[in-house]
């Protein structure tokens, strides 16, 4: 849990107080920046945490992401052996009038020691049980899904070349015979990406293996002007927790700095993601209400 407080400032705007320590497992390690997917994690917490508590969406009910973006203006501060302070002041909306899905979206500024960085953006959709269940045995009838599982040899990659210190905390794995991609490597007893039971690939999971992927792609030693600035996030299907999912990263751009991640599952695209390195500035309009 990184979340420590949430006050309701109007109808639709709040403030969420995160606090960040480096022993946390998305803090990752040795890097001159903390990682966007620590924000990423936040930002998520912060989702679920309003819905519960302010918007009267019922403990229960399964919460669907299809869009979770961080755009920075600048690298974050690394995380210390002090605890790193982070704040939100988020705007939350609720769908608009006649819309008969609750579906949900938060904007806001990223402030870390008293500064504006940047912005972050989720959808979200607290789906109710009945209708998650419906959804959910339809993909699992879906014929990528029910075919028998190849599994292919695969050796993971070594942690630090992902920023980690632990080969469980590795997600990806090279297949020998194939130099334009990974297999994803999931640990279902990992005591964070696994924290709940899930009845499919856990969103986070592909945030963090898509992170791990930029890392390799760019190489392991990046100076903090470099860090990881941008990371959007889209996510189009539930990934079938026994199949494999291949994990590809190829520049989008002409200076290597920016690229496109994919998670595909069969002929099935689960999500995708821009990821950029560098200072760029910011893609995400600012809100009116917002400081």
């Known amino acids: 849990m990184l979340l420590t407080d949430a006050r309701r400032l109007d109808d639709e705007r ?3 107080a995160a606090s960040w320590h480096r022993d946390h497992y998305l803090a990752h390690h040795g890097g001159s920046a903390a990682d ?8 998520r917490q912060a989702a679920i945490h309003l819905s519960h508590r302010f918007l009267d969406v ?7 992401l299809s869009t979770i973006s961080v755009d920075l203006v600048e690298a974050l501060p690394p995380v210390g052996t002090d605890r790193l302070a982070v704040g939100l002041d988020a705007v939350c909306r609720s769908p608009a009038q006649g819309e008969r899905r609750l579906r949900l979206e938060l904007e806001a500024d990223v402030l ?4 504006s960085v940047g912005r972050v953006r989720v959808r979200w959709e607290p789906m109710e049980p009945r209708r998650y269940t419906m959804l959910r045995r339809r993909g699992e009838q879906a014929p990528e899904a ?27 794995a ?15 007893e990992h005591p964070v990406l696994f924290d709940h039971e899930s009845d499919h690939v856990p969103g986070m999971a592909l945030v963090e293996a898509f992170r791990q992927a930029g890392q390799v792609t760019v190489g392991d030693s990046r100076p903090v002007a470099n860090a990881v600035t941008l990371l959007d996030v889209r996510f ?6 026994h199949l494999p999912v291949w994990i590809t990263a190829e520049p989008a751009g002409p200076d290597g700095n920016v690229l496109t991640v994919r998670a595909r599952q069969g002929d099935r695209d689960l999500a995708h993601a821009t990821l950029r390195r560098g200072a760029a500035e910011s893609a995400l309009p600012r809100l009116d209400t917002a400081c």
């Open 14 to 16: 709040f403030a969420v």
């Open 146 to 172: 029910v075919r028998p599982p190849a599994l292919p040899p695969a050796v993971p990659l070594p942690p630090f070349r992902v920023g980690q210190c632990a080969e469980r905390d590795v997600l990806l």
């Open 112 to 115: 870390v020691q008293h500064t």
């Open 236 to 241: 189009t299907a539930f990934g079938e927790l």
């Open 58 to 64: 019922p403990h229960g009910m399964p919460f669907v």
């Open 36 to 43: 966007p997917v620590l924000l990423v994690e936040t930002a």
């Open 174 to 188: 090279a297949e020998p015979l194939r130099g334009d991609g990974w297999w994803l490597r999931l640990d279902r």
